[in-house]
């Protein structure tokens, strides 16, 4: 129903359930705004599908960080020995039982997350949305095809992305990515990781403290926009946990038996030289894109930035003004949940209290669990080089090693 003295339905509509679009819509319903969210996730083409609370939750830091931990409870069995803990080594990792205990985990969160909306009288919608007009999004039912649609006088959008496939015959039909790995019934076995940024070196890293074969397939430099000499720490713990780096291309995907038979292009001995290995599992994590297809936005000339995401300025506002994009969709920004989280508060202080806050950036911490935890805030010594010039700039290192290493 509308509201008295409101052309629209809802004050703000919100589409995508993730780490931006749920704290915007409970932030906006506190400011007593009359709200509405829609949430859909497409499955992936293996068929994987999960529920409301978007990438962190389902498929991204939240089932990472607690394979990370399945990981390391693993590594530390070595460390009991020394402590004189009775620990029987020849125990090996039950994938079934972590599985599913992280997925009941994530379901707990999808039903907290759909009580919350309820109480906050926010309208949830599970259906498809896209843009039909600047003030009006379309609803898909998923069942029945029907289409709805409603009005809004601000539409936030905070779709998030997607995981990339290569373009390699059989690629989307044989390998997994990050979002199959973590809702996996089959237990990994040996693994190719295809990738060198930190999702793709997080999900070796887990996997090989879990007792897998791990193989990662670099192009070139890992870890790239990190320290390089911090990135060089990671990459020799990850060498000594027992990864084995491979530099190169993938060609081609098979099927054998069980398995996919990867044809690949390495570097072995400064010569490039073909071979092909059989794997259990190939995951794919070369870079992610703005899952936007669906939305439609040609339907009312949002414009996109050079790199497909949605252009914004410094208030998260498209081209179009009532439209606003935030999270890892928005052409401005970092991929990480507190960022998605952040952005979706400040825009609605903007639009209903008129207090326009700015991120900085720049200053956003990060951390990567590869396995080894490696925490960074700011500048990394290249780009403040780049930014300063290197007068400027002083660089101190210093190391230790942990006692527990001891
Ligand atoms: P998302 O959380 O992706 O949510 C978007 C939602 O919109 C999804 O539910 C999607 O299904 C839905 N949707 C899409 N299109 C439509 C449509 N047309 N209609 C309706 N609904 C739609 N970040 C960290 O800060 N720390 C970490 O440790 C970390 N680890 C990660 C590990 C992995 C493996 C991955 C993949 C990501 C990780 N991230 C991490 C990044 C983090 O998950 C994202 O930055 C964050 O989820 C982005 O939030 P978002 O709101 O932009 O979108």
Redesign the pocket.
């Known amino acids: 129903m509308e509201a008295k003295g409101s052309k629209y339905l809802y004050d703000y509509f919100v ?7 749920l704290a915007s819509a409970k932030h906006a319903a506190k400011l007593g705004k009359r709200v509405a969210l ?5 499955p992936s083409p293996l068929g994987t599908k999960w529920g ?1 609370g ?3 939750v389902n ?3 939240i089932p ?2 607690l394979m990370h931990f399945a990981a390391t409870t693993g590594e530390l069995r070595h460390d009991q020995e020394l402590c004189g803990w009775k620990v029987d080594m020849s125990v090996k990792h039950d994938w079934d039982t972590m599985i599913g205990n992280v997925n009941n985990h994530i379901r707990s969160l999808n039903w907290g997350y759909k009580t919350q909306l309820m109480k906050e009288k926010i309208k949830y919608y599970n ?4 843009i039909e007009d600047p003030h009006t999004v379309k609803l898909i039912d998923a069942k029945t095809n029907e289409p709805l649609y409603v009005t809004a006088e601000h539409i936030c959008i ?4 997607r995981p990339q496939y290569l373009d390699i015959p059989n690629c989307k039909e044989l390998c997994i990515t ?1 979002d199959d790995l973590f809702w996996l019934k089959k237990p990994p076995g040996k693994s190719l990781i295809i990738g060198a940024g930190y ?1 793709a070196l ?1 999900c070796g890293g887990f996997l090989r403290g879990m007792g897998r074969d791990v193989d990662i397939l670099v192009r070139s430099r890992p870890l790239r926009g990190f320290d390089t000499e911090m990135v060089d720490k990671v990459i020799t713990y990850m060498k000594y946990t027992g990864i084995n780096f491979v530099t190169g291309t993938p060609v081609s995907f098979d099927k054998e038996g069980e398995g996919v038979k990867v044809g690949m292009k390495i570097q072995e001995n400064g010569a490039t030289v073909e071979k092909s290995v059989v794997y259990d599992n190939v995951l794919i994590a070369i870079g ?1 894109y703005p ?1 936007i297809k ?2 439609k936005l040609e339907n009312v000339g949002v414009e996109l930035a050079p790199n497909g995401k949605i252009k914004v300025d410094e208030r998260w506002t498209s081209s179009v003004d009532s439209i606003h994009a ?4 928005s052409s401005i920004g970092l ?4 960022v ?1 989280i952040k952005e979706g508060r400040n825009l609605v202080d903007g639009l209903f209290k008129n207090e326009w806050k700015k991120i900085d950036y720049k200053t956003v911490c990060t ?1 990567v669990f590869t396995p080894l935890e490696y925490a960074v805030c700011g500048y990394n010594e290249h780009d403040a080089i780049e930014a300063f010039g290197v007068d400027d700039i002083d660089v101190y290192t210093s190391s230790f090693k942990p006692t527990e290493w001891a």
């Open positions: 589409i995508g359930g993730g780490s931006g679009g829609a949430d859909f996730v497409k409301i978007g990438t962190c498929v991204g830091c990472k960080k259906m498809l949305a896209s905070a779709v998030g992305g990050s999702i997080e992610r899952d669906e939305l935030l999270g890892d969709v991929e990480l949940t507190p998605a951390a």
